[in-house]
């Protein structure tokens, strides 16, 4: 597919539908809440001002989080021939707001907003494989999304030597971070669940390297050892799971 092919299709096919903007609204305004529910006062003194302000500042950084993570699974999809369109997961936003509640605020990082669904774009796709939608082209475009996350909290993260005390440059890497890690859990209709019906040992590799470079990133570390440690645990991943549960299935 040529480049100029490609952009046709961003062209055409990229955009939201009103119904798609209506549910990443409620899924953002939900999960804002959830990560600023601790920052409405100081201590047990409620202050409704400061934490209006501090929902505020929240939607702003979970908007571009889930703008980043359904921007590039959309270009992906269309890359091999599909629109992309996310749908919402009510059960899994009011799951974390419960969880927000009873933690009052501790764990409020469960971001589950929902996954990506992907549509045949048949005049697209004559000439190669005309028909049907292929495990492989779902998987990897819903992982893309969780992935972009952690390469977008990694970017943020060279921004923190300039800005040392930032709370809203910390809350935003942060973020990033456990949208792309929960997004990945293999519980459909998250993202991950795609990767895992296509591949479970790519998946496991992908879910491992991600934890790996996520804990490196929190831990401040540089990008060498963030890339190699993601690598390397994403490998012990792999390998955990094939020694325990894929490899007598390879042999049979």
């Not at 669904?117 to 049907?132: D, F, S």
């Not at 040392?164 to 942060?174: S, V, W």
């Not at 293999?186 to 790519?202: E, N, V």
């Not at 690598?231 to 549960?245: D, E, S």
Request: proline share 3%; net charge positive; glycine share 8%.
């Amino acid at each position: 597919m040529s480049f100029k092919n490609y952009m046709d299709r961003v062209k055409r096919f990229y955009w939201y539908s009103p119904q798609e903007m209506r549910a990443l609204f409620t899924a953002i305004l939900m999960m804002s809440f959830m990560a600023s529910f601790s920052e409405w006062g100081v201590g047990d003194v409620f202050n409704a001002k400061a934490g209006m302000f501090n929902w505020f500042n929240a939607f702003l950084i979970m908007g571009s989080a889930m703008l980043v993570q359904t921007s590039v699974q959309r270009f992906v999809a269309l890359s091999s021939g599909f629109r992309g369109e996310f749908k919402v997961w009510y059960y899994g936003l009011f799951l974390g707001l419960i969880i927000t509640f009873l933690t009052r605020g501790t764990v409020w990082w469960f971001l589950a907003p929902g996954g990506l669904v992907v549509y045949h774009l048949a005049v697209q796709r004559l000439g190669y494989y005309r028909y049907g939608l292929t495990k492989q082209a779902y998987g990897i475009s819903s992982m893309s999304g969780p992935l972009a996350n952690i390469v977008f909290a990694l970017l943020l993260s060279f921004l923190v030597p300039f800005f040392p005390d930032n709370a809203l440059l910390g809350k935003a890497i942060a973020i990033n971070l456990w949208l792309g890690i929960v997004c990945m859990l293999p519980i459909p209709p998250l993202s991950g669940a795609h990767m895992f019906i296509f591949s479970r040992l790519a998946y496991v590799f992908t879910l491992g390297a991600m934890i790996g470079m996520a804990a490196m990133i929190a831990l401040h570390m540089n990008l060498l050892i963030i890339l190699l440690m993601g690598i390397l645990l994403g490998w012990v991943a792999w390998f955990m799971f094939y020694l325990n549960f894929e490899k007598e299935y390879w042999e049979v």
